[in-house]
T-cell receptor
Framework: ETGVTQSPTHLIKTRGQQVTLRCSSQSGHNTVSWYQQALGQGPQFIFQYYREEENGRGNFPPRFSGLQFPNYSSELNVNALELNDSALYLC?????????????FGPGTRLLVL | GDSVTQMEGPVTLSEEAFLTINCTYTATGYPSLFWYVQYPGEGLQLLLKATKADDKGSNKGFEATYRKETTSFHLEKGSVQVSDSAVYFCALSDKGNNRLAFGKGNQVVVIP
């Protein structure tokens, strides 16, 4: 069984640019969540997708957007990058919605904004 | 809103010592509680979970008990190994959704 994969592993961008991060969920999982983890901090919830629809959003501005595709893979897009967007971006998938469901995390994409 | 508080600061201890990491939570409902571990350069791995009051989660010698009366979910291990060196995160997800709210994490360093 393939776990959650993310690409790219590392990325360097400059302020004002746009970036797209990709996530392939674990086989059979229909729910994908994205988190931002700043250095030395716990992950912060960005948003979640369930069966291709957004299902909740954390305290992030609209320049953070996403998609989920019919195969349940997902993209995170960030426009007009700012320096404090530098972080590890984690994707997690779960079999279904529900607080008891375990979320399985990918290795993350480390974004550096210069 | 929902939140998780972990004890401040890194934890440094010798091999075979007893480990405790404190975690308390604030939630409007009855959340599920989780401990995740992050090894250097890697993503998060689920260590254990508990979904209702008085449940005990356990894995790899680690244990945590869901205490509703004290809103706590402290992580314990009786005898740590060097390979347990990592960052440990306490998290909750409230009923009705499975978005996770994380604590700030605790760096654990085990010295041989």
């Amino acid at each position: 069984e393939t776990g959650v994969t993310q690409s790219p592993t590392h990325l360097i961008k400059t302020r004002g640019q746009q970036v797209t991060l990709r996530c392939s969920s674990q086989s059979g999982h229909n729910t994908v969540s994205w988190y931002q983890q700043a250095l030395g901090q716990g992950p912060q919830f960005i948003f979640q997708y369930y069966r291709e629809e957004e299902n909740g959003r954390g305290n992030f501005p609209p320049r953070f957007s996403g998609l989920q595709f019919p195969n349940y893979s997902s993209e995170l897009n960030v426009n007009a990058l700012e320096l404090n967007d530098s972080a590890l971006y984690l994707c997690a998938s779960s079999l279904e919605l529900g607080s008891q469901e375990t979320q399985y995390f990918g290795p993350g994409t480390r974004l550096l904004v210069l | 809103g929902d939140s998780v508080t972990q004890m401040e600061g890194p934890v440094t201890l010798s091999e075979e010592a007893f480990l405790t990491i404190n975690c308390t939570y604030t939630a409007t409902g009855y959340p599920s509680l989780f401990w995740y571990v992050q090894y250097p350069g890697e993503g998060l791995q689920l260590l254990l979970k508990a979904t209702k009051a008085d449940d005990k989660g356990s894995n790899k010698g680690f244990e945590a008990t869901y205490r509703k009366e004290t809103t706590s979910f402290h992580l314990e291990k009786g005898s740590v190994q060097v390979s347990d060196s990592a960052v440990y995160f306490c998290a909750l997800s409230d009923k009705g959704n499975n978005r996770l709210a994380f604590g700030k994490g605790n760096q654990v360093v085990v010295i041989p």
